[in-house]
């Protein structure tokens, strides 16, 4: 397994990248060197991260992993939804790909977060034509009730529809988020994980091996 | 009528704002001053902006205005999906307010690029839970015949499936896509404006104070 980090602006990581991007661009330098400001010198950043990507490809190869885990930066609008990051993704994903797409357990404890994080999560979907699946990171923060909640606010809407009712949230709009919801289907339940006591890692990585090989291990 | 810009992060504005929080928080000083890099500046800036909601509300009631322009932060996940965006938003925003969201042309040129802006409306609707509408800004940038292709994309899905399926996209999502679209209602057709040559600032002006004085001019 080989791990790539995308971000040229992370600060700090919990784990040390085999690939680091910011080796060759960082957002940091960008600024100093142009005097652009934080805005600017990240849109430069996924832009010459283009320019990159032969090479970036050059250095996972040399590494010849049978998984690649890619963490891609999480500002959706510098990322997932300008030309540049679907560009890099397609280059560097191998045939057998899939997303996961992270939502914070925090982002998840009423109904409208949760909500309005599948819509991001769909929306994404849609940049990469990918499969894809949502993962609850940090999910320590919750209670167990609270988590079997949330799953059931995706998989059953008649349950999404009191939650939201009783958030006071508009009727007409909630209808139609009922039947949003209903149509992205059951792939959209969120797994529920946690790296802190390691719950739900072992269910993750059954679906990611089912989802990428089809039960078999990959050569 | 006055204008509040809110992007503490904005480098160059194409108008002089009334009340500019930059006046206030400016992250690029942030930056400089905490030596943060790009996303903590940006992170910090609109934690801060919490703290000065009083003070710009009061500049705001200086200028009594009939109309209170907000240009909020472009980055979504700093601002709109973030407690502090929509808790800055809900104070400052009078009874009678609703929500313009921004989808650049070139990203509507191809039906894919246009549901995912959907899609990200919607959820920026379901987080400020405000009457929302959509304009298409730079339309100076397509063809007519472009723009009409476009809102036939959102007001009838079956146009949106044949252009989807040209794209080579996946059929299942297609159809899921396209039941989204259908319940997302009429309100979600973008209004297409350009600043450039002026099209479509009548309409959109029409729209926004039938929306907001229900035909009436306000007091």
């Known amino acids: 397994m080989a791990t790539l980090n995308l971000d040229p602006a992370a600060e700090y990581l919990p784990y040390t990248p085999d690939i680091d991007i910011r080796d060759q661009i960082s957002a940091r330098q960008l600024m100093r060197k142009y005097k652009l400001g934080p805005n600017a010198s990240m849109l430069a950043a996924m832009d010459l991260m283009v320019t990159k990507v032969e090479e970036i490809r050059e250095q996972v190869n040399a590494f010849e992993p049978e998984y690649l885990i890619i963490d891609t ?40 977060g949760l909500v309005s994080n599948l819509l991001l999560s769909l929306s994404t979907q849609y940049r990469f034509q990918r499969n894809q699946y949502n993962v609850l990171n940090k999910s320590d923060l919750l209670s167990p009730d609270l988590i079997d909640e949330i799953i059931s606010w995706v998989e059953e809407p008649q349950q999404l529809e009191i939650s939201l009712q009783a958030e006071g949230l508009e009727a007409e709009l909630n209808l139609r988020i009922i039947q949003i919801i209903e149509a992205m289907g059951s792939t959209s339940t969120p797994i529920p994980v946690s790296s802190l006591n390691r719950s739900g890692l072992d269910r993750l990585h059954a679906v990611l091996e089912q989802a990428l090989t089809g039960g078999e291990k990959p050569q």
Chains 1, 2 share one sequence.
């Not at 990051?85 to 790909?97: D, Y």
């Open 73 to 112: 930066p999480g500002q959706m609008e510098l990322f997932a939804f300008r030309g540049s990051g679907s560009m890099v993704v397609n280059k560097l994903a191998g045939e057998r790909s899939l997303v996961l797409f992270t939502i914070d357990s925090n982002q998840a404890r009423s109904p409208s």
